[in-house]
């Protein structure tokens, strides 16, 4: 079972105009031991619950507590989210450059609010977690009541569950509030700014810098459908920067980047393949925008090259950490067209022929041997 946990900051009426919704994705069993520990916390400092804006400003229930220990607590509490959370979501608009989707989200809470939820279900399909979903917002927001029918007749699942709760009885709402407020706070004073060509107002909090050494993504909404992307920590960016443009016309949800008019699919999950008319193998893929199935077509000869072309795009990812494993279920050596070639028949599938060098393949017959 997986958790998110969401709450909102800032206000469109309220000069600058920026508002988010954000929290945290986190496992059921990870959830009650976060829990635990941060009622702990906030034990050791005296007060009944966290509220990231009162203890920034040391108003009530802090303001007993002096800057150094209300500091300490915070750090505290971000060590708990570190430890516990999956990952970090923040959805943020600014008034000046947001257009409402006409037909889509009747406000910008209930919008924000249903992008929380289909991060988390993204997250999911891409870390390929099949789980159901409680979904937990921060209840007494003027559109909650909006956004519950909206998301409510959304979800994916008959065991998913959506609840608004008050962050003083629902503890890891707590961390959320952290989250909400520093992100706005950091969009507030840099991030649009940035965005806008201007100077920053200030430099990001060290506090918000501690927290996102811990996976997180910003996601901008900007006007006709753009949005931006901000991953952390830095090292998880692409060396490339881009502006999204989302569209939504076509049968397939599809973004475009920069000015270029291409669009791209991007894919949530590969679900079968079979043969086509004009004997064409037909490849299915999820999109990973939204719930849309859809299927591209290859003969022969540009399915091996298709196939060539995603394990040596994979080249981009070298430092990412994850070991890509196909299933074998035989290696042999074989003379194809006067060239030494391992051929690996993959379980339930085709073969693939990887060209060695006569060292290599000298190698690879001894292992075979031995194996033997």
């Known amino acids: ?23 945290y994705f986190i496992t059921s069993d990870a959830a009650r031991l976060m829990d635990d520990k941060w009622g702990a916390a906030l034990n050791k400092y005296g007060v009944p619950y966290f509220h990231m804006v ?5 108003n009530p229930p802090f303001k007993d507590i002096p800057l150094d220990g209300r500091i300490e607590l915070v750090k505290e509490l971000i060590a708990l989210i570190k430890q516990y959370t999956q990952s970090g979501f923040a959805l943020l608009a600014e008034a000046a450059s947001y257009d409402p989707p006409p037909n889509d989200a009747p406000n910008i809470y209930t919008y924000c609010a249903e992008g929380c939820v289909s991060a988390l279900r993204m997250f999911l399909e891409q870390s390929r977690i099949d789980s159901s979903v409680a979904y937990i917002f921060e209840a007494g927001h003027k559109n909650g009541h909006s956004a519950y029918n909206h998301i409510a007749r959304k979800l994916k699942r008959e065991t998913d569950s959506l609840t608004f709760a008050a962050k003083a009885q629902v503890r890891l709402l707590q961390a959320a509030d952290l989250l909400a ?6 969009a507030k004073d840099y991030s649009f700014a940035r965005m806008r060509g201007d100077s920053p107002k200030r430099h ?3 506090d918000f810098v501690s927290l996102m050494e811990h996976d997180h993504t910003f ?13 952390w920590p830095m090292e998880k ?20 980047e920069d000015a270029d008019p291409t669009p791209i699919f991007p894919v949530g999950e590969t679900f ?5 008319g004009g004997r064409m193998a037909y490849v299915g893929f999820n999109s990973s925008l939204k719930q849309h199935r859809f299927a591209l077509a290859f003969d022969e000869a540009r399915l091996f090259e298709a196939a060539v072309a995603f394990l040596r795009a994979t080249a981009l990812f070298k430092d990412g950490g994850v070991l890509p494993v196909i299933n074998a279920e035989k290696l042999s050596v074989e003379d194809i067209q ?12 085709g073969s693939i022929g990887l060209k060695l060098t006569p060292e290599t393949i000298k190698e690879v017959t001894e292992l075979l041997k031995r194996k033997r």
Not at 54 to 58: N, Y
């Open 181 to 186: 407020w520093q992100s706005c706070k950091y």
């Open 338 to 349: 006067n060239e030494s070639v391992m051929r690996i028949d993959i379980a339930g599938g």
């Open 272 to 276: 079968g393949w079979r043969m086509g």
């Open 1 to 23: 079972m997986f958790e998110g946990y969401f709450d909102e900051s800032g206000d469109f009426d309220v000069d600058p105009g920026v508002f988010c919704v954000a929290g």
């Open 237 to 256: 960016r692409s060396p490339v920067t881009a502006q999204i443009v989302v569209g939504d016309d076509g049968p397939v949800p599809y973004w475009r």
């Open 54 to 58: 009162d203890c920034a400003h040391g």
């Open 219 to 231: 996601m901008y909404m900007g006007p006709s459908g753009a949005m931006g992307i901000e991953l």
């Open 204 to 206: 990001p909090r060290k």
